[in-house]
């Protein structure tokens, strides 16, 4: 029986996706898991894997087609089988199919690289070996199979003796830093932003880390923990603006901001108010890998319904953060420092943090989220309440 290969999503919102390169030729015979396809979508570069063992047939679509979300692109048959005569036209569910990858985690995975439909044709691993040696891909010529550029081209390359360096030219923004670029400057001019700071002691937080462990556990972890606890009490905060209506989530995913080559993802952890802290702490730190490495899937990305962005390991005080739909709120944090503060009445030096709220207007409203805060707040001054026996 014939399977379908579908263009994929990563979010509701995205409507095409656009195909980079395809790894494996019509009529090669595959088996389940292997890498059919590279996909620029709204997120991310994506390894597409084949769901099923089979023959690649009836590629429906080529290098640099723009193929709408759900949408056959080609077959997995049997030997000998041919593959339907036409593309059967995707079910009115075909997107809620699709969009699977907010409930459970994809196996497929990204690599933010600077790629386009004239791109040359690399195998996985000697695009990851370029990028680790600085190695330009477009001034390799391939030897291998049909041209394509190989691990050991790659060695040569970077072995090669360095020509002079040229006057900087403007440079080419890659697929993940456009895609940045575009979200933010959307989410800037159509969302009406709001946002709210707010001061907050963090000694008893440095202190429940020093309990738990500070080489296991971070501030980010503790802070997604209470964060996403905080949000239980709060709905609209965690709710999504969706065609003109607000749309309550039914689980508090938490996507935390990270640093990856020329951009910024928010790699996701999901039910992460029913998520012990050390899971929450091995999920981060897993993810984290796999964000530096360009390794984060599908599944890693999608799905968040709230985020935390800490710039406070780069010695920054407070900032305000742009949304990312279709969300309706983010919080930015700061570093945490000492500072003079009245306490009882009397001059004190206490660890402090500042917390900056951007709100979507649409959603809540500037009173809601200042309960909202008051409730972190008070969640930090006793955060070993919020967060002891659960794991």
């Avoid at 409507?15 to 980079?20: A, H, M, P, R, S």
């Avoid at 550029?149 to 030219?169: N, Q, R």
């Avoid at 895609?179 to 907050?200: C, G, I, K, N, Y």
């Amino acid at each position: 029986m014939a399977t379908s290969i579908v263009m994929p999503a990563l979010e509701m919102a995205q409507e095409t996706g656009k195909i980079v390169s395809w790894l494996k030729k019509e009529g090669d015979t595959v088996s389940k898991g292997e890498i059919l396809l590279e996909v620029e979508t709204d997120k991310a570069v994506v390894e597409v894997e084949a769901t099923a063992d089979g023959v690649l047939a009836g590629v429906k679509s080529r290098e640099g087609d723009v193929v709408p979300v759900g949408q056959t692109i080609a077959w997995l048959v049997s030997p000998g089988e041919q593959p339907p005569a036409e593309p059967l036209a995707a079910p009115p569910a075909a997107r809620a199919a699709v969009g699977a990858l907010y409930e459970r985690p994809g196996r497929s995975q990204t690599a933010p690289t600077e790629l386009g439909s004239n791109s040359p044709q690399i195998s996985p691993k000697a695009r990851r070996l370029a990028k680790e040696k600085g190695v330009d891909i477009t001034k390799i010529v391939g030897r291998g199979p049909d041209g394509v550029i190989t691990s050991e081209d790659v060695l040569k390359a970077a072995e090669a003796p360095s020509a002079p360096t040229p006057v900087a030219a403007p440079s080419t923004l890659s697929a993940v830093a456009r895609l940045m670029a575009e979200r933010t400057t959307q989410s800037w001019t159509q969302v009406p932003h709001f946002f709210l700071v707010r001061d907050v002691d963090a000694g008893a937080l440095i202190d429940l880390r020093e309990t738990l462990g500070s080489k296991t556990v971070t501030h980010t972890d503790l802070l997604v923990a209470l964060v996403a606890r905080v949000l239980t009490k709060h709905p609209k905060l965690n709710a999504t603006w969706d065609s003109g209506a607000i749309r309550l989530n039914s689980s508090i995913n938490i996507s935390v901001a990270m640093a990856v080559q020329d951009g910024v993802v928010g790699a996701v952890i999901p039910n992460a108010d029913k998520t012990g802290i050390t899971e929450i702490a091995s999920q981060r730190k897993e993810l984290t890998d796999r964000a530096r490495n360009g390794r984060l899937r599908p599944g890693d990305v999608a799905g968040g319904t709230f985020t935390i962005t800490n710039l406070g390991m780069y010695n920054v005080d407070a900032f305000n953060a742009i949304i990312a739909p279709p969300q309706a709120a983010i919080l930015a944090v700061g570093r945490i420092a000492d500072r003079v503060i009245a306490l009882n009445g009397q001059p004190a030096v206490r660890p402090m943090m500042t917390l900056t709220l951007s709100g979507d207007h649409r959603v809540v409203d500037g009173a809601r989220a200042a309960l909202f805060l008051n409730d972190l707040a008070d969640a930090l001054r006793t955060p070993g309440q919020w967060i002891n026996g659960s794991g």
